[in-house]
């Protein structure tokens, strides 16, 4: 097949055997329009196209090569659009275009807002919600402290309103400004691979010798009998529920059901978590995770083990037939969360079309350059990443960045030490493995484990239930793991991450730093000093 391309867009594809007369014309329409010439037999599989012969061809380029973008099929041919590089999703592959690309044709493929999911739908305008669900908290929680307080009124729209009236904008002015950049091209809609390196979009065909996916993932909806007669909701629109529910039903346990649980609950939404499992946050440390759970029964009615057998649509509300560990039971709620994971967006791109290679997850398989299975195709963030998380998906970006610009000194993503948290009351973070992992892989260890209670700042805030739990090689004296539960969790966490990444050991962490006091990071020096007494230096 041969592929010409001129004026910067305009790319006609052949599929018949090129005769040496064909050539010459078409060398002759590339020396004509000064354009440059391409021979490709990757970029479009044949007998997909409509063909036309170089002849029809060139009296066809005559007339139309100075338009720059042609959207429609004539005849027997088919405009594709030539970029140097293609971008599939304005999320975190936003970030991507930088001072490395200069003077390249980008196009960015964009089906929904600019910013992703991220700023959207996801961790800022959840964190923001979330923050006005701590105030509201710390009201209810202020009588030990001797403070008589109570939340008087919940302004919804008000609440609401700050969150979308900052981030609504801050997408609209993004998009605004990459249609405004010069030799970057924004197409708006979803994308389709049709061959390797080339894809539609709203009709159009694009092609580049480099495409980055940064598709990301969306929520997935299990499938349950009567769901699809009733109005449920994902994190995706949740957040924008016109009014406060009064009750609410989460069918899920881990981190989203737990954050935007914390928020609906601790404004007084009656909220039921239904979870299959047998405790929450499943994935953390079982210590950690078992505290998390016993303190979300306390807070809101807790299923576990439980599975839903059919939902039904009544008036206002709706019920849930349930099998509690077995035994049946119901529950009405006004709305329906559905946050049981989220599925990535490969199939949307149909990347197999391309020969991109997915995992048993449906996630693209990369390698340690975050480059698929097909030279020149990249991709990052949740489209392929196990993590699932805003910092892994930049961090991905920024080496994706470089990478695409300099295929032969790419570097190597490194995703050792990642750190996650959840933003629920309680706080959780985690860095490392659990000890479990640790068990299975067979590695000697020591624990440190201690209290916010037991600390000067514990006693400030008058905890009673968090705690930080280190787990170290008993020989290296390495950080292993890091789990933490309790306020501020996210940030007690940072210099653990730091530790593990740089390799410093607990004892160096113990005694050759300091702690201001009386921080609640003097927990986690306790914790550190449990592994690492001060005889042991
Ligand atoms: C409720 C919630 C809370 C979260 N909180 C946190 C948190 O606190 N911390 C954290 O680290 N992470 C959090 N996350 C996860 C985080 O949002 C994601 O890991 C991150 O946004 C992934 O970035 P991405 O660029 O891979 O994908 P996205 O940001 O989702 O970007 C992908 C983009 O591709 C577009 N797209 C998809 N398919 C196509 C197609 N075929 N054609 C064109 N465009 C397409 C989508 O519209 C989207 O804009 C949260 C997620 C949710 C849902």
Not at 117 to 133: D, E, F, Q, V, W
Not at 245 to 251: E, K, T, V
Request: hydrophobic content about 40%; charged content about 20%.
């Amino acid at each position: 097949m041969l592929c010409f391309w001129s004026y910067g867009c305009v790319m006609t594809t052949y599929d018949s055997d090129m005769q040496e007369h064909d050539l010459h014309i078409l060398r002759h329409v590339v020396e004509e329009f000064d354009g440059r010439m391409a021979l490709d037999s990757a970029v479009i599989q044949s007998g997909r196209l409509p063909v036309g012969t170089p002849v029809e061809l060139l009296s066809w380029h005559r007339e139309h090569a100075r338009r720059r973008f042609l959207h429609t099929t004539k005849g027997r041919w088919r405009m594709v659009q030539q970029f140097d590089l293609i971008i599939v999703g304005a999320g975190s592959g936003n970030t991507i275009p930088g001072p490395d690309h200069v003077g390249w044709t980008i196009a960015i493929i964009e089906k929904d807002k600019f910013g992703g999911t991220c700023l959207n739908r996801g961790c800022i305008p959840s964190k923001m919600l979330i923050h006005a669900a701590d105030v509201a908290e710390t009201i209810h929680t202020a009588a030990p402290l001797g403070i008589t307080a109570r939340v008087e009124r919940l302004d919804w729209d008000r609440l609401t309103g700050r969150v979308w009236q900052r981030i609504d904008p801050l997408a609209e002015a993004g998009e605004e400004w990459r249609q405004t950049q010069p030799n970057t091209t924004v197409f708006k809609g979803e994308a389709r691979f049709i061959g390797e390196k080339t894809l539609e979009v709203n009709g159009q065909r694009l092609t580049a010798p480099r495409v980055i996916l940064a598709a990301g993932s969306r929520p997935a909806i299990p499938d349950i009998p009567g769901l699809d007669q009733v109005v449920s909701h994902t994190s995706d629109t949740i957040m924008r529920l016109p009014r406060q529910p009064q009750c609410m039903a989460i069918l899920g346990g881990g981190y989203i059901g737990a954050e935007l649980g914390h928020f609906f609950g601790a404004l007084s939404t009656e909220m039921t978590i239904i979870n299959r499992g047998d405790r929450l946050l499943q994935r953390e440390d079982e210590e950690i995770s078992q505290r998390f759970t016993d303190l979300y029964a306390r807070r809101f009615t807790v299923l576990l083990k439980t599975q839903v057998q059919r939902v039904r649509q009544q008036a206002d509300t709706m019920t849930l037939d349930l099998s509690v560990d077995g035994r049946p039971q119901q529950v009405t709620c006004e709305v329906l969360l559905l946050a049981v994971g989220r599925v990535p967006n490969t199939d949307l791109l149909d990347v197999a079309r391309a020969g991109i290679a997915v995992d048993a997850q449906g996630r693209v398989v990369t390698n340690v350059y975050h480059e698929t299975t097909v030279p020149g195709i990249w991709a990052l963030g949740d489209i392929a990443s196990p993590h699932q998380l805003k910092h892994a998906a930049n961090a991905e970006a920024r080496t994706v960045a470089y990478n695409v610009a300099h295929p032969t000194r790419q570097r190597r993503g490194n995703d050792f030490a990642m750190p996650h948290a959840v933003f629920a009351s309680p706080q959780v973070a985690s860095v490392g493995l659990t000890e479990r992992q640790v068990q299975e892989q067979g590695l000697p260890y020591v624990i440190g484990k201690r209290a916010y209670s037991a600390t000067a700042y514990g006693w400030a805030i008058g905890d009673t239930e968090s705690f930080v739990k280190l787990i170290a090689h008993a020989e290296t004296r390495q950080v292993l793991g890091a789990h933490l539960i309790g306020p501020h969790a996210a940030i007690l966490l940072q210099p653990l991450v730091n530790a593990m990444r740089f390799g410093e050991t607990v004892d160096q962490l113990a005694h050759d730093t300091f702690y201001i006091h009386p921080a609640l990071t003097e927990v986690v020096e306790q914790a550190l000093l449990e592994i690492a007494p001060p005889a042991a230096q």
